[in-house]
């Protein structure tokens, strides 16, 4: 069952803030962040595991509550280079690569 | 050069077609999957393979089938091409001990 993600949509000022959460209804082991910027394939971000500590990326960082099934991507004093469609995927034990993406959320960084 | 290629890049094609799609990668990957694309669906896995013998049906393998060639060659095949299989297809790879899947470029598939 694919993950669900919020907002489905966001559209920031440059410098300002904004989160995307993913929440699964399935026991995770990991989740996977990526973007895809319009026309593009998408680009790995960053993987958070099960029992690891909230990532960063630049201004980009990610947390992974374990108990709630829950991931949130941050990105803080957001640029225009920060806007396309964020995707999470989640990776369940012993299912190696196998990701199961949510819908995504598209974000647009306004001058 | 790309490391993982995808053709054709667009192709359009009528109702009963069979139509195959080609990805290759140059990196040495073990792992090749088959994703694809709507508008507000995000990217759903079709089908995956570890190696060359271990093929897996992802959540929505119906009406499509794989060809696992060689560790640099996966193929996706719609047997008889339907209107509702219009969307892009991505290939990505990621190795055996790692997370991070690259992906190709994708290729623009329209059924009429």
């Known amino acids: 069952q694919q993950p669900v993600q919020s907002p489905q949509a966001v559209i920031l000022r440059e410098g300002e803030d904004a989160v995307i959460n993913c929440s699964s209804s399935k026991a995770l082991y990991s989740v996977h962040w990526y973007r895809q910027k319009h026309g593009e394939a998408p680009v790995f971000l960053m993987i958070l595991l099960k029992g690891g500590e909230q990532k960063g990326h630049e201004k980009i960082s990610a947390s992974f509550n374990e108990k709630k099934q829950q991931s949130s991507l941050y990105l803080t004093a957001s640029q225009l280079s920060y806007s396309g469609t964020y995707f999470c995927g989640t990776g369940a034990y012993n299912q190696g690569g196998k990701l199961i993406f949510g819908q995504g959320t598209e974000l647009s960084v306004k001058p | 050069d790309a490391d993982v290629t995808q053709t054709p890049r667009n192709r359009i094609t009528k109702t009963g077609k069979r139509i195959m799609l080609e990805c290759s990668q140059t990196k040495g990957h073990d792992r090749m999957y088959w994703y694809r694309q709507d508008p507000g669906l995000g990217l759903r896995l079709i089908y995956y393979s570890f190696d060359v013998k271990d093929i897996n049906k992802g959540e929505i393998s119906d009406g499509y089938s794989v060809s696992r060639q060689a560790q640099a060659k996966f193929s996706l095949s719609l047997e008889s091409a339907i209107p509702n299989q219009t969307a892009l297809y991505f290939c990505?790879?990621?190795?055996?001990?790692?997370?991070?899947?690259?992906f190709g470029p994708g290729t623009r598939l329209t059924v009429l």
């Open positions: 990505a790879t990621s190795p055996r001990f790692g997370n991070e899947q690259f």
